[in-house]
């Protein structure tokens, strides 16, 4: 599933063609995707100037003139592509319809972003914007990593005392949101840490280093333009980088990357997930 980097990449895509310009014609091809679409959403979305783009953990969210808020859930194999516009130097014709685009947004300047998912494993919403914190899916989500109220001290007290392994624990989006497994597996390599430590017997001074960590390890997929996993792409269609200087993840069996360390890249299971971590680096 896309995480924060992946979703960042694809927001920061589509806002150039979004932001500032109105949705002469929202088309909503199925009632569903995840789950039901609300009641009216193309008559709801047409016409509507879109005032900014913002992500909320892994979601987006596109401000509208309506004082309403729509959410964008990617899950598994969203995808939202821009046609008919400049994208830094490539120009995208409009392309045939597909199978599986199931919302399309068509924008008064000439644009064309198409919501297209095979699995059906994402979703929108509508939502009034003043109340978005209220909203079911947001209103339990942590700080983000990458702002200020997520700080040495915030986590510290968050995992002081907690018995769950600190993978789990920085999965927890109470805690911190829109980390995913890609990203803490390789926060938790370069701090040094197992995955399977209990979080609340982890030193405060390397729980305080945690945090410059994921902001670097996100700030670095972020420029890389997300890591591209089997269905993910960019909104240009293009494929991300990260997954190219991956230093643990999804590399079972191979050698870790410390100078002289000599030791294997372990896999252990972890609540359904995969972890991968050095066991000589991290202890």
Not at 93 to 122: C, L, Q, S, W, Y
Not at 126 to 141: G, K, N, P, S, V
Not at 201 to 221: F, G, K, N, T
Request: aromatic share 6%; proline share 6%; hydrophobic share 40%.
């Amino acid at each position: 599933m896309p995480e924060l980097p992946e979703v960042e990449t694809v927001k920061a895509g589509i806002a150039p063609v979004m932001e500032g310009s109105v949705i002469a014609r929202a088309e909503v091809n199925r009632p569903d995707l995840r789950w039901p679409f609300p009641e009216r959403m193309a008559e709801r979305l047409t016409g509507q100037r879109v005032l900014g783009l913002r992500r909320r953990s892994k979601y987006i969210l596109v401000d509208l003139a309506s004082a309403e808020t729509l959410l964008i859930h990617l899950g598994m194999s969203g995808r939202m592509l821009v046609s008919g516009q400049m994208i830094g130097e490539f120009h995208h014709p409009h392309p045939a319809p597909a199978k599986h685009d199931h919302v399309v947004f068509h924008m008064e300047n000439g644009a064309r972003i198409t919501f297209n998912d095979a699995r059906r494993f994402g979703a929108m919403d509508l939502m009034e914007t003043a109340r978005q914190e209220d909203h079911w899916l947001i209103r339990d989500l942590g700080p983000e990593p990458l702002g200020n109220a997520f700080n040495e001290t915030y986590l510290i007290d968050r995992l002081k005392g907690r018995n769950t392994p600190i993978k789990s624990a920085l999965l927890d989006q109470r805690i911190v949101s829109g980390l995913g497994n890609i990203y803490v597996c390789e926060v938790l390599f370069r701090a040094g840490i197992h995955p399977a430590r209990k979080a609340g017997r982890i030193s405060a001074a390397r729980v305080a280093s945690l945090v410059p960590l994921i902001r670097d390890v996100l700030s670095e997929a972020i420029a890389a333009g997300g890591s591209s996993l089997r269905d993910y792409r960019q909104s240009d269609g293009e494929l991300g980088y990260f997954q190219h200087v991956f230093q643990v993840y999804d590399r079972a069996d191979k050698p870790c990357v410390t100078h002289g360390c000599g030791k294997t890249i372990t896999r252990i299971v972890q609540s359904g997930r995969s972890s991968f971590f050095c066991p000589q680096c991290q202890r």
